[in-house]
């Protein structure tokens, strides 16, 4: 069974930075890692994801330039910088796996999410 637990989330003036980590169990050291965010009132949406080895990523047209994201697979951990936030990017954010698409990834697991608030 595969557990994602994020953390890293608050609240943060626009223009600032956070981070964000998700630790999973171990098992998916070989698959897809990434993150989607769902804003209330609206769908939750792909933002970025990273293949096992690093290799690969994807990233939302929204957030390029302005996040990245990490893995490290000896400590089971995938993470996602988040800089010059706006107050659009505040979601509750939430870690993936899955597999790799051509323009984002689709996920199997989910972890229980983490908030993030952007104030203007």
């Known amino acids: 069974q595969v557990q994602l637990v994020e953390s890293g989330g608050g609240l943060v003036q626009a223009g600032g930075s956070l981070r964000l980590s998700c630790a999973d169990s171990g098992r998916t050291s070989r698959t897809t890692m990434g993150w989607f965010r769902q804003a209330p009132g609206k769908e939750r949406e792909f933002v970025a994801a990273?293949?096992?080895?690093?290799?690969?990523?994807r990233y939302a047209e929204s957030v390029k330039g302005r996040f990245t994201i990490s893995r490290d697979n000896a400590k089971n951990t995938v993470n996602l910088e988040m800089n010059s936030l706006k107050p659009e990017d505040t979601a509750v954010y939430y870690c993936?796996?899955?597999?790799?698409?051509?323009?984002?990834?689709?996920?199997?697991?989910w972890g229980q999410g983490a908030q993030v608030t952007v104030s203007s």
């Open positions: 993936a796996a899955g597999l790799l698409t051509a323009i984002s990834m689709t996920p199997d697991y």
């Open positions: 990273i293949t096992w080895n690093g290799s690969r990523t």
